[in-house]
């Protein structure tokens, strides 16, 4: 019964493929994110969205697409894979109004490790 | 606008011995700051957070840090190290209408 999963777990493909990470969180939270972790551990914020609206969106390539189908469901969806896209990428859930995390607590999942070739 | 420095990538300790990860920001207003733990493989994990309440705030696995407003910072210590607290641990800022903003993230070697 994991708070927030992520699928899949690792993921190795080549540049210019389309790839998709799912994530689903059972805790009945309203706000959703997805946080892109770096070679050098730097974790920055990519989108949130609260009850299936989005609320943040960062300075993403439109190459990369979120997907909300419900409040419990955000997936991330990136078109032409290129050799930065390289990271962990981070779902995250909150139970904030705000959509960005504040006074509250976000809850993790383990992380999507993407190596594009 | 905020950020956050963690002053060391890495600190090795002793196990049974203190442990101190220090942390300065920066911001316009009264923040919010957390810290978050992550074990290898594994997402990012809430250790305590400071919300303008007490000063001194008491986090989980014996956890502690005091936000000190005069001089910009929030270290997170714990009186006697232990194996299992080997982990990155990440300070983090927010203020009011802004996002969160993560420090770089220090490293924590516990040895036997």
């Known amino acids: 019964d994991t708070a927030v999963s992520q699928t899949p777990k690792y993921l190795v493909t080549q540049m210019g493929n389309d790839k998709s990470i799912k994530c689903e969180q059972n805790?009945?939270?309203?706000?959703m994110y997805w946080y892109k972790q770096d070679s050098k551990k730097f974790l920055k914020i990519m989108f949130s969205?609260?009850?299936?609206?989005?609320?943040i969106n960062e300075t993403v390539p439109n190459r990369f697409s979120p997907k909300s189908p419900d409040k419990a469901h955000l997936n991330l969806h990136i078109n032409s894979l290129e050799l930065g896209d390289s990271a962990v990428y981070f779902c995250?859930?909150?139970?904030?109004?705000?959509?960005?995390?504040?006074?509250?607590?976000?809850?993790f999942g383990e992380g999507s490790r993407l190596t594009v070739l | 606008a905020q950020s956050v420095t963690q002053l060391d990538s890495h600190v090795s300790v002793s196990e049974g011995t203190p442990v101190l990860l220090r942390c300065n920001y920066s911001?316009?207003?009264?923040?919010?700051l957390f810290w978050y733990v992550q074990h290898p493989n594994k997402g990012l994990q809430l250790l305590l957070k400071?919300?303008?309440?007490?000063?001194l705030v008491k986090g989980i696995n014996g956890f502690e840090a005091e936000f000190k407003k005069s001089e910009t910072s929030f270290h997170l210590t714990k009186p006697s190290a232990h194996m299992s607290d080997a982990a990155e641990y990440f300070c983090?800022?927010?203020?009011?209408?802004?996002?969160?903003?993560f420090g770089a993230g220090t490293i924590l070697r516990v040895k036997s």
């Open positions: 995250a859930s909150s139970q904030d109004s705000y959509g960005q995390g504040l006074g509250g607590e976000l809850f």
């Open positions: 805790l009945g939270h309203d706000t």
């Open positions: 969205y609260n009850n299936k609206e989005l609320i």
């Open positions: 911001s316009s207003y009264s923040p919010s």
């Open positions: 400071y919300t303008s309440a007490a000063t």
């Open positions: 983090v800022v927010s203020e009011y209408g802004n996002k969160l903003v």
